[in-house]
């Protein structure tokens, strides 16, 4: 192993805050990403929103999860959930993609090999914020 920027584990845990709920992910992020949109903000408590994208058969959640029902910018239901107890923020789960899920990059164990590859909303990007260097940047959602 080289000594550049350590890497993504096959498998990744993580858990809320008060670690009431824990989850699994049995496969490696299909891409890891920032969203500046006007809903992912309020939600991280931030100028963005730390994310990544993985197919939704891929996890596993133990312990009781609550969802706020929102609309996204396509106009189609986004679930956001999060613990009960603690309100920690954990998926974002689109109806406009199916098949996958948005895990937030702050409740993951190990994520010291996060780097957004893409950055979402940018349009919307507080002024404050630099872009990622390297990373894809996109106005709205991508095709995935």
């Not at 993985?54 to 999860?65: D, F, N, P, Y």
């Not at 109806?95 to 979402?120: C, I, Q, R």
Request: aromatic letters at 8%; proline letters at 8%; a neutral charge.
């Amino acid at each position: 192993m080289s000594g550049g920027a350590p890497q993504v584990l096959d498998m990744l845990t993580g858990r809320c805050m008060c670690g009431a709920v824990t989850f699994t992910i049995s496969e490696k992020p299909l891409v890891d990403g920032l969203c500046h949109c006007n809903r992912c903000r309020p939600q991280s408590g931030s100028a963005f929103s730390t994310v990544i994208f993985i197919h939704r058969s891929a996890l596993t959640i133990t312990g009781e999860t609550e969802v706020f029902d929102d609309i996204g910018t396509s106009g189609l239901r986004v679930l956001r959930r999060y613990c009960p107890r603690c309100g920690s923020p954990l998926t974002t789960e689109p109806e406009l993609t199916p098949e996958l899920f948005m895990v937030k990059a702050g409740t993951l164990d190990s994520n010291e090999w996060f780097h957004p590859a893409w950055e979402l909303f940018v349009g919307r990007r507080r002024p404050w914020v630099s872009p990622v260097p390297g990373a894809k940047q996109y106005d709205g959602n991508p095709d995935i």
